[in-house]
């Protein structure tokens, strides 16, 4: 079992910056991938990037080049730097991992709102 944590989300205006945490604790060594999901108002959740446990890295084109996911697993803790921000970016932003056995484990989420 993984348990999923994230913070970090809040009120940004447009062009700032907001860094998200997602801290895991339990069963670690079996997290083959972690990502960063959003879910906007009244639209499907959609994946944002994804880091796995070999370092590869991929995002959606709309946030490519101004979000940076990163991990440090001495803090058993993954990042999402977003940079730039739009109030398109405004959403529910979820933590994810996959583990060796194809589990699935989410976070609770965090807000995140760009205003105008």
């Known amino acids: 079992q993984v348990q999923l944590v994230e913070s970090g989300g809040g009120l940004v205006q447009t062009g700032g910056s907001l860094r998200l945490s997602c801290s895991a604790s339990g069963s670690i060594s079996s997290i083959q991938i972690m990502d960063w999901h959003r879910q906007a108002p009244g639209k499907q959740r959609e994946l944002v990037a994804r880091?796995?446990?070999?370092?590869?890295?991929d995002y959606v084109d709309s946030v490519q080049d101004r979000f940076i996911i990163s991990r440090d697993n001495t803090k058993n803790t993954m990042y999402l730097q977003m940079n730039s921000l739009t109030p398109e970016d405004t959403a529910v932003y979820y933590c994810?991992?996959?583990?060796?056995?194809?589990?699935?484990?989410w976070g609770q989420g965090t807000q995140v709102t760009v205003s105008e």
């Open positions: 994810h991992a996959r583990d060796v056995k194809f589990s699935h484990y």
């Open positions: 880091i796995t446990s070999t370092g590869n890295i």
